[in-house]
Antibody, heavy 118, light 107 residues
Framework: EVQLVESGGGLVQPGGSLRLSCAASGFTFSNYNMNWVRQAPGKGLEWISY????????YYADSVKGRFTISRDNAKNSLYLQMNSLRDEDTAVYYC???????????WGQGTLVTVSS | EMVLTQSPDTLSLSPGERATLSCRAS??????LAWYQQKPGQAPRLLIY???NRATGIPARFSGSGSGTDFTLTISSLEPEDFAVYYC?????????FGRGTKLEIK
């Protein structure tokens, strides 16, 4: 069974940092491009970052560019999101999502909640 | 940035009725549009991709149509488990963008 499990969320003060992880299983992680997508409480979905299989192409949404860094470790079947200079508006559930062969987000992990508050 | 506008914001229907959800793109996305379903407390799930293709395991009562800038998700006969929020998403260009969602609620 294909599974994505996020971890690392929690409460952090504005200006702080947090590192999210996404553990993949049930498929050959190194063959798939990956994404992070977030959802603020009661709001819609916002794509924030994409990384190819060998890190050759990385994209960020303007809202996180320069503050967040996506990375992956294919040997550990893991995806990461380093989040620095966090703001109140970064409060959200963060999902990792596999980029499937048809270039869509499928499947998604269950998400991890990040709360930025003093 | 590509803007996707979904309508209506909320759709109130009864089980057994037909649901029609709309997504309009600010510029042509060809057929590069998908629909996702999200239930409370759950992650989104891919329903329809490339405008009209059902994802694996998605029941036949879900169908998608459209191309260019206007797209429709149709649920032919609503089941109780279909009441959820539906998002459209484009992959025509970066950044990938989503619509704001349509909440399908029980009338």
């Amino acid at each position: 069974e294909v599974q994505l499990v996020e971890s690392g969320g929690g409460l952090v003060q504005p200006g702080g940092s947090l590192r999210l992880s996404c553990a993949a299983s049930g498929f050959t992680f190194s063959n798939y491009n990956m994404n992070w997508v977030r959802q603020a409480p009661g709001k819609g979905l916002e794509w924030i970052s994409y990384i190819t299989t060998r890190n050759t192409i990385i994209y960020y949404a303007d809202s996180v560019k320069g503050r967040f860094t996506i990375s992956r470790d294919n040997a550990k079947n893991s995806l990461y999101l380093q989040m620095n200079s966090l703001r109140d508006e970064d409060t959200a559930v963060y999902y990792c999502a596999r980029h499937n062969w048809d270039d869509w987000f499928d499947p998604w992990g269950q998400g991890t909640l990040v709360t930025v508050s003093s | 940035e590509m803007v996707l506008t979904q309508s209506p914001d909320t759709l109130s229907l009864s089980p057994g009725e037909r649901a029609t959800l709309s997504c309009r793109a600010s510029q042509s996305v060809g057929s590069y549009l998908a629909w996702y379903q999200q239930k409370p407390g759950q992650a989104p799930r891919l329903l329809i991709y490339d405008a009209s293709n059902r994802a694996t395991g998605i029941p036949a009562r879900f169908s998608g149509s459209g191309s260019g800038t206007d797209f429709t998700l149709t649920i032919s006969s609503l089941e109780p488990e279909d009441f959820a929020v539906y998002y459209c998403q484009q992959r025509s260009n970066w950044p990938r963008t989503f619509g704001r969602g349509t909440k399908l609620e029980i009338k």
